[in-house]
């Protein structure tokens, strides 16, 4: 198959040029929370606002997006219907759930994988002393249709001026916006909706659902490590599999695959080369690499690398699979 650079250039979305959004979520406005950048690089993620922006729209079978915040800034306890993926491309972050958000908690340091198991409350803050960015993977063209709050999350943003529509839209009554008619607010989940919601331990948590970076490369010198996937090191299937590459897990072979591919550069800086033309990814680069495409990919200078590849696959974007 043909591609142009100008087509693979504009299949990749540069660290350098993400836009963020400072509205995206119900939580915008809540002292402690109202730093948070959202980002929706691949799909349009599950933004509640209309300021987002979407860099690439067509979706691979699930979503890529980021999250940027300041030290000690925090995204408050949420749940997912689909998988949510984490992997930290800068920074140190703590990462905790449940009910109240006090069921358990880990930190990640950079290239560490969460992959949160669906249906928990979660949030996370960024606990390090700069700007720290998380990258993320939703599960599903639609990512599970959008955030299940905490109620607690939903009252306090309602003391701040922020309303959740029942039609998942942000109303802000700070700026003379009320809620459309026949869309009432966003109902809060009744004490026996909450009991679906499970607390599972830290030492669950981190043993089925956690890696490490430090872990994954050493697998990752000979070949791909598989993150995650029914062979993977979190044996998950949701939707999409993760590997991670590092400098010689591909040794120069010709890479080519039926399905959905997207390149995350981790470190260093990567030469992507195919029969038409080639381009260099760099940290934080994401690049979309479209399905029966046969390419090489190979670290461009000297000095550490490492890339999470992340294919789609033929499973259901739902709850977290275990077997």
């Known amino acids: 198959m043909k591609v ?3 087509e693979m250039l504009r299949r990749t979305v540069r660290y350098g040029e993400l836009v963020p959004c400072r509205t995206a979520f119900i939580d915008a406005h809540t002292p402690g929370s109202n730093q948070k950048e959202n980002f929706t690089i691949i799909g349009r993620g599950v933004s509640e606002s209309p300021d987002q922006h979407v860099h690439l729209a067509e979706t691979p079978g699930f979503n890529i997006g980021a999250a940027g915040q300041p ?13 949510e993926v984490f992997f930290v491309l800068k920074g140190r972050w703590r990462f905790f759930w449940g009910r109240w958000g006090d ?14 198991p669906t249906g928990i409350f979660r949030g996370f803050e960024n606990v390090g002393t700069d700007y720290g960015m998380i990258m993320s993977m939703l599960g599903g063209d639609d990512a599970g249709g959008g955030v299940v709050w905490a109620p607690q999350v939903i009252e306090e943003a309602a003391h701040h001026g922020l309303v959740l529509g029942a039609d998942g839209r942000l109303y802000d009554t700070k700026k003379g916006e009320s809620l459309p008619e026949g869309i009432g607010p966003m109902p809060l989940l009744t004490d026996e909706e909450l009991t679906d919601f499970p607390e599972p331990p830290t030492s669950y948590v981190v043993r089925d659902y956690v890696a490490r970076y430090r872990d994954l490369i ?15 090191l979190l ?6 599999e993760v590997e991670l590459l590092g400098r010689d897990s591909l040794a120069g072979s010709p890479q080519r695959t039926g399905r959905h591919s997207v390149l995350m550069t981790m470190r260093g800086h990567w030469r992507l080369v195919w029969a038409d033309g080639s381009i260099v990814l ?10 029966g495409l046969e390419y090489t990919l190979a670290p461009s200078m000297s000095g550490e690398a490492s890339l999470y590849r992340i294919t789609n696959t033929g499973d259901a974007a739902g709850p977290t699979w275990r077997s």
Do not use: K, W, Y
């Not at 760099?282 to 399905?291: E, H, I, K, N, S």
């Open 4 to 6: 142009t650079v100008e």
């Open 71 to 83: 030290p000690r800034c925090r995204n408050s306890l949420h749940a997912h219907r689909t998988a």
């Open 103 to 116: 069921a358990g908690e880990v930190v990640l340091e950079e290239g560490d994988v969460f992959d949160i």
């Open 218 to 232: 050493a697998l990752a010198r000979r070949a791909p490590a598989q993150v995650i996937g029914e062979h993977g």
């Open 235 to 240: 044996r998950d299937r949701p939707g999409f």
């Open 282 to 291: 760099a940290p934080g680069d994401t690049c979309a690499v479209p399905p």
